[in-house]
């Protein structure tokens, strides 16, 4: 007879060794399994919440370039309506004491109302021929810039933009020149002809510390950087002008040359805990380690989300610091390593069990069954864990989301705060009211509060659309909504003026609405300025009718705005779209609505003209073309 398996053995051993050699693979299985998953867990979350915080984190940084992009272009085009001005041209060509005096003023009154450092004019030989601080101790005046390289692309017949030092007040900024060309010659395009030889340069100077001022509440690090990789704005101190690479010889001895950054050092911030070379600007979503610059002790560790500036060579970036996400990947190498150590000893417990039933049957049975119970405890304390996890990811995801808001509300915050006060006042009164017993004129009042929230809930609506970014692609615009539009946003001010309007558009029977080639921000933009032209022409008249008619014809769709005020002087006329040109009284605006008014219709290959109603009061002309196709155009310069 063959020998028969003995019943008691497992896998040939017998129960006692097998139990040993269990638990002997149980401590190679952790020592080895344990720290491979807790590993694996935690870089998988850690790449979750990198990439995570990196989307999260996208918006800020649009928001920061909008910003730095606005506080740019808001002042682009000062310098440039000043180089077409014939009056610098005729001056840089003749300069006389009276005229640089004169010129002076202008340029001190215009400096202050756009909030710009400098405004100056230099010559062609790059001498400050009149400057706004003409009357400080630091004055541009006579001071020679022909070493910029601003100054030098103007006399290339092109736009200068440059950010530097002053090398009188060590002040940084960023320089925008528009180069004058000769009064009568052609104006308006760069880069001019080669024959166009400029008189000289109109020059702004901006300060960045309304930028800077504006990233200090951001938790995260945010740095501006120049082509050569030198920073520039930043909201830590101890950053700037620091390069993020080790330039060469040559780098620094042009920066040198162009006094840039006048009696200062540039050197690398230690990244990854040495000088970055020779990187020239970091990837989306590199991590890097930056030391301390102040006494060069060991920083922290950032991931880098970057942007490239718009009409700049500067890159923007956002250096988020890495200890939330290297938290969030303890937490899953714990939780990961805590479900091996589950997972592993469940298995032993039940082969343990298995290999038991040989020797106890019923006693096997009953730790069967405490084993599956504490199992199942352990598993609901994992998956409660869990759940944690996922609700402080949650309100974490919220709060971004919240703070987002809340540096979006601040766009809309002057224009309800009229109506913000009408309530209080309306509020303080029903107090007074109520207490006096006149229940009828407090109805009067909270129905003007009712009135007031209506209104704060139109404006916020209207002033989403209205404060967008244009996009800058031509196409069709509905021309009866956006004069629907722009009405209200004026819509208080027409009611508080006491001014009816007048509306004449075509009516359904002439067909669809009429629409026009442009841009429905900057159109509204347009309708804006001329309505409200209009309110301010009728103050004090016994007759305040604002009238406005669209009128489709075979080749264009004309819209005219008439008022009831005493209509325009006819030596202003021929004046009435120049720059700085205004029949307003002093404090009463710069004279630069009409002109970029103008200059928008043109791009929109339109027209705007004004003159005098035979029966009284202003009229102005808007002379828009129709759409042949339903593509983006590209704007008329």
């Known amino acids: 007879m063959s020998e028969q398996p003995d019943p008691e053995l497992i896998f040939g051993l017998s129960p006692g060794e097998a139990i040993a050699a269990l638990r002997l693979t149980l401590l190679a299985g952790l020592a080895v399994a344990l720290p491979l998953i807790s590993l694996a867990c935690g870089s998988w979350e850690a790449g979750r919440a990198r990439a995570e915080l990196i989307a999260e984190t996208r918006g800020t940084?649009?928001?920061?370039?909008?910003?730095?992009?606005?506080?740019?272009?808001?002042?682009?085009?000062?310098?440039?309506?000043?180089?077409?001005?014939?009056?610098?041209?005729?001056?840089?060509?003749?300069?006389?004491?009276?005229?640089?005096?004169?010129?002076?003023?202008?340029?001190?009154?215009?400096?202050?109302?756009?909030?710009?450092?400098?405004?100056?004019v230099v010559d062609a030989a790059g001498t400050t021929l009149a400057a706004s601080n003409w009357s400080a101790g630091a004055s541009f005046v006579g001071k020679n810039f022909s070493y910029r390289p601003y100054f030098q692309a103007t006399l290339r017949g092109e736009v200068?933009?440059?950010?530097?030092?002053?090398?009188?007040?060590?002040?940084?900024?960023?320089?925008?020149?528009?180069?004058?060309?000769?009064?009568?010659?052609?104006?308006?395009?760069?880069?001019?002809?080669?024959?166009?030889?400029?008189?000289?340069?109109?020059?702004?100077?901006?300060?960045?510390?309304?930028v800077e001022q504006s990233w200090t509440a951001d938790s995260n690090r945010v740095i501006v950087t120049d082509a050569d990789g030198v920073i520039i704005i930043t909201n830590t101190p101890g950053w700037r002008y620091h390069s993020l690479k080790a330039l060469e010889p040559a780098d620094l001895e042009r920066i040198a040359a162009s006094q840039k950054f006048p009696e200062i050092r540039i050197e690398p911030l230690p990244v990854n805990d040495q000088p970055l070379d020779p990187v020239p600007a970091f990837d989306a979503g590199e991590t890097i380690g930056i030391g301390d610059v102040e006494n060069g002790a060991r920083g922290a560790r950032y991931v880098v989300v970057s942007s490239p500036v718009p009409g700049t060579d500067w890159s923007l970036s956002l250096l988020l610091d890495t200890r939330a996400i290297q938290s969030r990947a303890m937490a899953a190498a714990v939780i990961g390593g805590f479900g091996t150590v589950i997972l592993i000893l469940a298995g032993f417990?039940?082969?343990?069990?298995?290999?038991?039933?040989?020797?106890?049957?019923?006693?096997?049975?009953?730790?069967?069954?405490?084993?599956?119970?504490?199992?199942?405890?352990?598993?609901?304390?994992?998956?409660?864990?869990?759940?944690?996890?996922?609700?402080?990811?949650?309100?974490?995801?919220?709060?971004?989301?919240l703070a987002a808001l809340g540096q979006m509300s601040a766009s809309v915050a002057h224009e309800i705060n009229q109506p913000l006060a009408a309530i209080r006042a309306y509020a303080d009164n029903a107090m007074v009211l109520l207490?006096?017993?006149?229940?009828?004129?407090?109805?009067?009042?909270l129905a003007e509060i009712t009135g007031l929230t209506r209104r704060l809930a139109a404006i916020t609506q209207q002033l989403k659309g209205f404060a967008r970014k244009a996009a800058g692609t031509l196409g069709p615009v509905n021309l009866a909504e956006a004069v629907d539009s722009a009405l209200t946003l004026l819509g208080h001010r027409l009611r508080g003026e006491?001014?009816?309007?007048?509306?004449?558009?075509?009516?359904?029977?002439?067909?669809?609405?009429?629409?026009?080639?442009?841009?429905?921000?900057?159109?509204?933009?347009?309708?804006?300025?001329?309505?409200?032209?209009?309110?301010?022409?009728?103050?004090?008249?016994?007759?305040?009718?604002?009238?406005?008619?669209?009128?489709?014809?075979?080749?264009?769709?004309?819209?005219?705005?008439?008022?009831?005020?005493?209509?325009?002087?006819?030596?202003?006329?021929?004046?009435?779209?120049?720059?700085?040109?205004?029949?307003?009284?002093?404090?009463?605006?710069?004279?630069?609505?009409?002109?970029?008014?103008?200059?928008?219709?043109?791009?929109?290959?339109?027209?705007?003209?004004?003159?005098?109603?035979?029966?009284?009061?202003?009229?102005?002309?808007?002379?828009?073309?129709?759409?042949?196709?339903?593509?983006?155009?590209?704007?008329?310069?």
């Open 349 to 401: 417990l039940l082969l343990h069990r298995w290999m038991r039933s040989h020797e106890r049957g019923a006693d096997q049975r009953r730790a069967r069954a405490d084993l599956e119970r504490r199992v199942a405890a352990r598993t609901a304390d994992l998956a409660r864990a869990n759940e944690n996890l996922r609700v402080t990811q949650n309100e974490l995801v919220q709060a971004a989301k």
């Open 498 to 637: 006491g001014v009816r309007v007048r509306l004449e558009t075509p009516s359904a029977a002439d067909g669809p609405p009429p629409l026009v080639i442009g841009e429905d921000v900057r159109l509204q933009q347009v309708l804006v300025n001329l309505f409200g032209n209009a309110v301010d022409a009728m103050k004090g008249r016994p007759e305040r009718l604002l009238s406005i008619t669209i009128a489709p014809t075979p080749g264009a769709t004309l819209l005219t705005v008439r008022d009831t005020g005493p209509g325009i002087d006819a030596a202003a006329l021929p004046r009435l779209f120049e720059a700085f040109f205004t029949t307003k009284g002093l404090g009463s605006g710069l004279g630069l609505g009409l002109s970029i008014s103008a200059g928008i219709v043109h791009e929109f290959g339109g027209s705007l003209a004004a003159a005098n109603h035979p029966e009284g009061g202003a009229l102005f002309t808007l002379t828009l073309q129709p759409p042949t196709s339903t593509g983006p155009v590209e704007p008329s310069r």
């Open 435 to 445: 207490e006096r017993g006149r229940v009828d004129t407090l109805r009067d009042n």
């Open 160 to 210: 200068g933009r440059y950010f530097a030092l002053g090398s009188s007040s060590h002040q940084p900024g960023y320089y925008i020149a528009y180069p004058v060309r000769p009064e009568g010659r052609s104006r308006g395009a760069y880069p001019v002809r080669p024959d166009e030889r400029s008189l000289g340069a109109v020059v702004i100077k901006l300060g960045m510390e309304r």
């Open 61 to 120: 940084l649009e928001i920061f370039r909008a910003n730095l992009v606005s506080e740019r272009e808001k002042h682009e085009a000062v310098p440039f309506l000043l180089a077409q001005a014939d009056e610098i041209a005729t001056l840089l060509a003749h300069p006389t004491p009276g005229g640089i005096d004169h010129l002076n003023h202008r340029l001190a009154a215009t400096a202050e109302a756009v909030h710009a450092a400098a405004l100056y």
